[in-house]
């Protein structure tokens, strides 16, 4: 600890002073947020729709982030993106992005797919993926469930509590 002397009335005094605080280190501190880091940057300089604490780093150092239906990633080594967007016949469509025009013509251009496509090729595609593709199926599957209205529901309730119980078999 340090010292300090001041001169007061003629006499010398001593006081303590707090000793510094460590200084923390600047930037990312492992390879995970390095890689995010890397795709929020590249991210804000092509000004897509993607909050800075969306990416997500896998240990290949790619960052991924999903955004609505639509996986994007970013391996760092490009100031590209790569999309992996869904088409309603089951394929995922893969598209470089540069900007948020280039999303928006990744995202039609799978919408408007109307080939049917062949069994997928092995490659080599992000672990989240599979997560997309169960988000896209469980939006359909939503939008093709037909609601049931409260009427509808009190009716059948009412039918079935005219209903004799019946007896389990015996043996």
Not at 16 to 31: T, Y
Request: glycine content about 6%; proline content about 11%; some cysteine.
């Amino acid at each position: 600890m340090g010292t300090k002397t001041r001169a007061r009335t003629g006499k010398t005094t001593t006081a303590e002073l707090r000793q510094a605080l460590p200084v923390r280190p600047l930037g990312p501190r492992s390879d995970t947020e390095l890689a995010c880091a890397r795709a929020a940057l590249a991210n804000a300089t092509a000004r897509l729709p993607i909050p800075v604490t969306a990416w997500h780093a896998d240990p290949n150092g790619a960052a991924h982030t999903i955004l609505g239906d639509t996986v994007i990633t970013h391996t760092g080594r490009t100031p590209h993106f790569t999309a992996y967007t869904p088409c309603p016949n089951g394929a995922h469509h893969t598209h470089t992005l540069t900007g948020p025009d280039d999303l928006t013509e990744a995202r039609t251009d799978a919408a408007r797919c109307t080939s049917p496509h062949l069994p997928p090729r092995p490659v080599q595609t992000p672990k989240v993926l599979p997560l997309s593709d169960g988000l896209h199926r469980a939006r359909i599957a939503a939008e093709e469930t037909t609601g049931l209205s409260t009427t509808d529901i009190a009716a059948a309730l009412n039918a079935r509590a005219g209903d004799e119980p019946k007896e389990h078999p015996q043996p």
